[in-house]
């Protein structure tokens, strides 16, 4: 599985951004695609997920109502619409895939980085 996030950059408090995963190397049919951030010195955090078939999402509490993920079954893409961004939400984003057999996040992408100025 090759993830190829896009889309990171700099924006004003109360902007928006959107970010690009596309996936590739396999069908993700029951897959869970994920996105995650982290910033230097502190852990990776959930963000938001989505299962690939059904379209289910989750989200952290810190992006609820602000963020939204979707997919593109035709293209293979995910994305992260982000609206209203905050200072805080500075990070580096990074896409991941669950496999149906995983317990964990086994694909990652290269990470993009979202830069929030107040």
């Known amino acids: 599985v090759q993830l190829q996030a896009s889309g990171g950059g700099t924006v004003q408090a109360g902007g928006s951004l959107s970010l690009s995963c596309a996936a590739s190397?396999?069908?993700?049919?029951?897959?869970?695609m994920g996105w995650f951030r982290q910033n230097p010195g502190n852990e990776r955090e959930f963000v938001a997920r989505i299962y690939y078939t059904s379209g289910r999402e989750n989200y952290a509490d810190s992006v609820k109502g602000r963020f939204t993920i979707s997919r593109d079954k035709a293209k293979n893409t995910v994305y992260l619409q982000m609206n209203n961004l905050k200072p805080e939400d500075t990070a580096v984003y990074y896409c991941?895939?669950?496999?149906?057999?995983?317990?964990?996040?086994?694909?990652w992408g290269q990470g993009t980085l979202v830069t929030v100025s107040s």
């Open positions: 190397g396999r069908t993700f049919s029951n897959y869970l």
């Open positions: 991941a895939t669950r496999s149906p057999e995983a317990d964990e996040y086994n694909s």
